[in-house]
């Protein structure tokens, strides 16, 4: 019998490559689409038939509701949020109400239509923040440092309390930054990686960035995916930890990235003050040994310079593509 799934957020980094996993072991895929003037479908372009999209919106439970009786899934991917952090400062009502409010709405709508569907909430290592023990694992407590990380928690929470309050299969997967050439122009690696292409062809002079110091755990999306996917494969529902294990400071990233084409970082970046986080959060390090026993899965399949590189070959081609 084929699997449905329903997948919010389809069109973003993450939604994208879990849309290609699940299709390839023959999931039948729905994705929840907002009503645009012009869709934003870049991500998606090749499977795009492949996908049945119902037009819905995260803070209209109604829409939810019909969204789950029409894609009837057996798993439900709850991706989409407003997930750029340095935006949740300038907007942190509208973050509030889409990245935490819209949890709610989405477990509603499960509950009340399709109870017996399995969940996934995709939580942010930003609900660490002011890290109180490193590393980070699935019991260190959250100290959120932005609204986008406050809301994040409340999204968290909620998935936990639908999952012991109604009996849902209902998960958490507390992700750590994972990049990809597929990764919003605004986040910090793209924002690297495309300004290395650009200069490299003489059409950008400089690159400036907030704060070169502060320390991530990065990963590729694409291997992240899989993690959600096992997550809701397991007998029992549970909350893990998806990260590297290895910690890289934004300066290593622009080292990595302009040595990859032969320029040297420092001639390029300025360190610009009004990059630097109202709140900053200076090291976030994950502990994914849970997901490695229980899960079984294997972080680092592709290394950090691995990733680095892929980024920047994937922005030096889509340059050269929009300025031929």
Not at 28 to 47: A, K, M, W, Y
Not at 100 to 129: C, D, H, W
Request: proline share 4%; glycine share 8%.
């Amino acid at each position: 019998m084929t699997k449905s799934a329903l997948i919010t957020g389809i069109t973003g980094q993450d939604g994208s490559y879990l849309a290609d996993l699940l299709l390839e072991k023959g999931y039948r895929v729905f994705g929840l689409r907002r009503r645009t003037s012009v869709p934003i479908l870049e991500n998606i372009q090749h499977i795009e038939k492949e996908i049945e999209f119902i037009d819905g919106d995260l803070m209209d439970l109604s829409s939810l509701i019909h969204a789950v009786k029409i894609a009837n899934p057996d798993e439900v991917y709850n991706l989409g949020a407003q997930s750029f952090v340095g935006t949740s400062w300038d907007q942190p009502i509208l973050t509030g109400q889409v990245t935490a409010l819209s949890v709610t709405n989405m477990l509603e709508a499960i509950r009340i239509v399709k109870p017996s569907a399995r969940y996934y909430q995709a939580s942010s290592s930003e609900m660490f923040g002011k890290v109180v023990e490193t590393p980070q694992k699935e019991s260190t407590p959250f100290y959120p440092r932005s609204p986008y990380g406050v809301a994040k928690v409340y999204g968290h929470w909620m998935t936990v309390n639908y999952r012991e309050s109604y009996n849902m299969y209902a998960c958490s997967g507390i992700l750590f930054n994972h990049e990809s050439p597929r990764r919003g122009i605004e986040f910090v690696t793209r924002k690297i990686t495309d300004a290395v292409a650009r200069i490299k062809l003489g059409l950008q002079n400089e690159l400036r960035l907030g704060n070169l110091d502060a320390l991530r755990d990065w990963g590729y999306a694409k291997d992240y995916v899989e993690c959600m996917w096992l997550m809701l494969q397991q007998d029992k529902p549970d909350d893990y930890v998806i990260a590297t294990g290895e910690t890289h400071s934004v300066r290593e990233f622009c080292e990595i990235a302009f040595g990859h084409v032969g320029l040297d970082y420092q001639k390029y970046v300025v360190t610009d003050p009004k990059f630097f986080r109202a709140a900053e959060v200076d090291l976030l390090l994950g502990d994914p040994s849970k997901a490695i026993n229980k899960l079984g899965w294997t972080p680092q399949k592709t290394t950090f310079e691995q990733l680095v590189h892929l980024m920047v070959d994937s922005d030096l081609g889509k340059v050269k593509r929009i300025s031929n």
